[in-house]
Each structure stands twice: as C-alpha cells, then as structure tokens.
T-cell receptor
C-alpha cells in the first residue's frame, strides 16, 4: 500500500531533550516536506527536500533540522525542543510534477513540557 | 509573497443541505494550482479537489465542486447534499512553481465545518 509513515503518533517530552520524528515513504517520491499545524494558523512548512541531499527551509525552520540521506526517509530533528514547538506535525511526499498530489502521513502530536 | 485567506473560521450546515466555503488568494503569478484538503477528526489530510488556474472549467468531484474566479482570485468549495461524514476542517491551498516557492503548498488557516443531523 502506498503510504507515508510517521512515528511516533504521539510524543510527550521535556524542554531541551533532543528528539527525532521519523518519516518514510514507499512511493519513490522525490519531494518530501514537513509541516506543523497549530490552531488558527493552518499548516506551515518547516523544511522541504526536492531530492536526496537537497533540503531547504520553509516558512518556520527555526529550531528544526532535517536530513535526506536516502530517498525514502526524511527525519525531523529537534535538537533542543521548547514549549513553543508543541504542535501537530505532518510529513508529506509527492512526485516532482507541480500538479502532483501530496501524500500526507498520519501526523505526530508533540507536547513539549 | 503568496497568501491564502479563509475568512470563515467555523461554519455549520444541516445534513442534506448545501454549503459553500470561501477561499481567496494573492499572487502575481499567472500559472498556479489550487487545492482543497479535508481533515476529519482522525487528523488525516485528504485531498478533496484540485484546479489548474489555466483551466476555465470548474473542477467537480461527486458532491464537491469549486467556483474558481481567476480575476477575483477566489476559489470557493461547494459541498452538496452534506453528510455527517463531511464534518471536518477544510483547508484551501495554493501552489506555483514560480517566485522561488519551488512548488511548495501554501495553506489557509482552515474552516471548521460541522454537519448537523
């Protein structure tokens, strides 16, 4: 089944404790992206990747890191999480074409205490 | 910069009736794409409908249709014969390959739709 898999679905952590949210897709998509969703703000892009070893900042990259060493994986790293990073996170992927459908993961609800 | 505005934070509709969700966008580009996504309580993001700006004909997917007014930069979603399963957050989104945006999807803030029995 074609899918984007994110783990974990829920995560509670404390300020400053490094964490990684994993994202993997099985569709051989070139493009991958991370969004965060906050009430009243919609979805905002954190980072995106056009292909392996090619990553770039989205609209809200501060406090996040990503890597794209393999085509299928695009982990989101929070080196020192803070409470303002409490949010719902989505990973998404698609083929390169501009009109291609974006496939979303199931989301990761992160709470930073 | 491109922006997407959804002016209705919340709406409600009676089952079987029709409802229209508004979306406006701002861009100087002529070639772009518009989308409506649905997010039910399960949190899953589901593509409802999409429209290419150069196509005059409004897109339709079963009970979902759009009213695309390019000159007015408006992209509203009409849901006919509303069903309880349509209860969800709806996001309007915009994409262009120009202006340095690299084909990234820009979302509105969402409209929470409740379908009442």
């Amino acid at each position: 089944e074609a899918q984007v898999t994110q783990n974990p679905r829920y995560l509670i952590t404390v300020t400053g404790k490094k964490l990684t949210v994993t994202c993997s897709q099985n569709m051989n998509h070139e493009y991958m992206s991370w969004y965060r969703q906050d009430p009243g703000l919609g979805l905002r892009q954190i980072y995106y990747s056009m292909n392996v070893e090619v990553t770039d900042k989205g609209d809200v990259p501060e406090g996040y890191k990503v890597s794209r060493k393999e085509k299928r994986n695009f982990p989101l790293i929070l080196e020192s999480p803070s409470p303002n990073q409490t949010s719902l996170y989505f990973c998404a992927s698609r083929r390169q074409g501009i009109f291609e459908k974006l496939f979303f993961g199931s989301g990761t609800q992160l709470s930073v205490l | 910069a491109q922006t997407v505005t959804q002016s209705q934070p919340e709406m409600s509709v009676q089952e079987a009736e029709t409802v229209t969700l508004s979306c406006t966008y701002d861009t100087s580009e002529n070639n772009y794409y518009l989308f409506w996504y649905k997010q039910p309580p399960s949190r899953q993001m589901i593509l409802v409908i999409r429209q290419e700006a150069y196509k005059q004909q409004n897109a339709t997917e079963n009970r979902f249709s759009v009213n695309f007014q390019k000159a007015a930069k408006s992209f509203s979603l009409k849901i006919s014969d509303s069903q309880l399963g349509d209860t969800a957050m709806y996001f309007c989104a915009f994409k262009t390959n120009y202006g340095g945006s690299q084909g990234n999807l820009i979302f509105g803030k969402g409209t929470k739709l409740s379908v009442k029995p």
